[in-house]
C-alpha cells in the first residue's frame, strides 16, 4: 500500500513518509492508492476483539508488514497500539453510552487530556519515536535523525500533542498558544508538563498570530531544513488512520446490545472542524462499515452545512465576525474554522468516482487529482468554488450537514442534563452538544438510531457548560457542585502544579527583527527554537 496526492502528480509515498511529510510536494494531501477489502466474514471474526485488537486489524489494512515497503512488523505495530491505549482510563477506549432509547453517545475522551484528539495524537507520537529509532539503528550519536514538531493551538490540540510526544526520544515539541488567552485548564494542560523535551511558547497575540508564525516556520525552507519541522495536525494521514477504528468499534459494540436492530439504519453523527474525524467515519462506510448516513454537526462556522445545501464551498463572513477576521467565535471553538482542511481528501473521491469515462485507474486517479488541484486554487484566489450536480448527489448519498447556534448549544446541554436516565444525568460538553442538536434535526421518526460522537469532556469547558445549566442566582452553589463532581480529580489537581512556559514578546526580540509586531514575534519565536531545540 503506497499514499499519492490528492492534487495528481507522480508522487507515491509509503506509509512512513506520509507519516513525516504530513503534505505532498504540490501541496495536496495524501491518501492511499486504493480502498483495502475486508477480510471475508470479517463481522463475525472481528466481532468479540478489544479495541486494541481491533485497531491493529483497521491499520494492517494500511500498513504494510516490512521496513522496505515503509511499513511496521506486525507484532511491533501492535505493541505500538497496545502502550498507545493503555494512557487511556477506560479499558474499552471508546465506550457507547446510552442516552436516550435511540441515541447512543460515543465518548472518545477517556485519553490523556479528556479530548478526543487523543486517540490520534498518543498513537502518532509513538509511530515517530518508532520510525526515529528505526532510522537511528547504528547512528553515532551526533549523527542521529532528529525532528522539531511546531504547532500552534487554541487550547485543545496543543495539550494532546504534547502528552502524544512528550519524552520522546529524539524529538522536541514547540507550541505556541496565546498568551492568556486559552482557559485555566487548557493552560495548566501543556504548561505542567515539564519533561525536557516540551516548550511551551506563550505569544503576545491572538490564536492567529501563533497560526501565521508557524506557517512562517514551515515556509522558511532554510529553517525547516536546518530544524526538520513536523507537524501534527489533523491532515496527518496516520490521525485520520487511527479515527477509522472507533466506528467499527461502535458498530460492534451497538450489534451486541441491539441485536435485532438493522445496523444499515444507524445515523453516525460528528461535531465537525477540520473534518478529520467524520472523513475516517467516511472510510470506515467505504470499508464496510454498515450504516445510514454521516451527519456533519457544526457551529455557525458552517461551510460544511452550507456545502451540503448547495454544492458550493465557499469562505464567508458568518454574521457575528469581524470584517478582517472571517471565524466567529462560538461557545465550540475546537471547531471555529474558515474551511476545513481535511475537506480536500473527501472532494478526491467525488471527482473519482463520478468520473464516467476515464478506462483505466491511474488516468481517473490523476483526473481527480487535476480537478481538486484546480478547485483549491479557485478557494485560494476566489474565495470559492462548486462541485458538478453529480458530485454533490454523490456528496449528499453519504452526508448531511446541520448548524447549531450558541443558543441551540446550550438548550442542547440543559435537555439532556434534564433527562431521566438510570445511571444519573448526562452532561455533554458544547461540541458534543452541537452534535446532539444536529441529531435531533437529522432524526426522521422516533426509531431513528443514532451514534453522536463525543469529542471532549465537560470539564473542559466549565464557563459554558455552567452557563447553559445552573441558575444564574445559584451560580456560586453550582460551581462548587461542578468543580466537586464534574471535574475529574486528574484535572483538579493540575491547577496547582508547578508551570513552565516562555513568554513571546515584542520587547525580546532580536535587534534584527523587522520592523512590524509579526516579524518581531516570528524573530523571537525562531531565536527560542534555535536556543532550545537540538
Ligand atoms: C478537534 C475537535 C473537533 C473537530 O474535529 P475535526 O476532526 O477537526 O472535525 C471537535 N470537538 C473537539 C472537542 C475537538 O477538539
Redesign the pocket.
Known sequence: MQYISTRGGDERVTFEEAVFRGLAQNGGLFIPERIPSLPEGWEKSWATLSYVELCHRVLSLFIPPTAEEGGIASADLYEIIDRSYSTFRDPQVAPLTHVTEREWCLEL?HGPTF???DIALQLLGNLFEYFLKRRNEGRAENDKETITVVGATS???GS?AIAGLRSKEHIQIFILHPYRRVSAVQNAQMTTVLDENVHNLAVDGTFDDCQDIVKALFGDKTFNDKYKLGAVN?INWA?ILS?IVYYFYAFFTLKEKEPALDMRTVQYV???????????GYYAKRLGVPMEILIAATNSNDILQRFWATGRYEKRATHQSSSSQFVSETL?P??D?LV???FERLLWYLAHDTDMESSDEAHRAQKAGAQVASSMSKLKTKGAFSVSPEEHKLARHDFVSFRASDEETKETIRKYYAIKRDEGKYLV?P??A?GFNAANKAAVHEHTTQIILS??HPA?FRESVLAAVADPRDLPLAENLFDQYVIPPELRGMLELPRRFTRVCVADAPQNAGPTQFDKLLARTKQIIEEQSF
Not at 460528528?270 to 475516517?280: E, M, Q, R, S, Y
Open positions: 475522551w479530548a478526543f484528539k487550547g485543545d490540540t494532546a489533523s490521525r479515527q460528528v461535531p465537525t472542524g477540520n473534518f478529520g474525524d467524520i472523513l475516517a465550540s475546537a471547531m474554522i476545513s482542511s481535511n460538553d461540541h458534543t452541537v469529542t471532549a473542559k
